[in-house]
């Protein structure tokens, strides 16, 4: 099992900054992948980013590209989820995800965090 939580969410205006983290637990944190989803209300669950477990690698919606950051501690079994210039459109409940090595899908989830930006 993998325990995640994630923090850092809140409200702010378009074109601030806010940085989420996910703290890990469990089973051994460097060999998942991780990664940041999001819900909007009414909308299905997207991707947002992903990060390999070694960190090397590193993937992005099209839409949060050059305005995302994902990273990786893996000596402090964290993810964090650098996010700048926010829109409105990036309103929503952020969820990060972990997958096992070997796994063929998300397996773990957090509870989620709420991200408000007005406008």
């Known amino acids: 099992q993998v325990q995640l939580v994630e923090s850092g969410g809140g409200l702010v205006q378009t074109g601030d900054s806010l940085r989420l983290s996910c703290a890990a637990s469990?089973?051994?944190?460097?060999?998942?992948?991780m990664a940041w989803f999001r819900q909007a209300p009414g909308k299905e669950r997207e991707f947002v980013a992903s990060i390999t477990w070694g960190g090397g690698t590193t993937f992005y919606a099209d839409s949060v590209k050059g305005r995302f950051t994902i990273s990786r501690d893996n000596a402090k079994n964290t993810v964090a989820l650098q996010m700048n210039s926010l829109k409105p459109d990036d309103t929503a409940v952020y969820y990060c995800?972990?997958?096992?090595?070997?796994?063929?899908?998300?397996?773990?989830w957090g509870q989620g965090t709420q991200v408000t930006v007005a406008s």
């Open positions: 469990g089973r051994t944190f460097n060999s998942a992948a």
């Open positions: 995800a972990a997958q096992m090595k070997g796994a063929s899908k998300y397996e773990y």
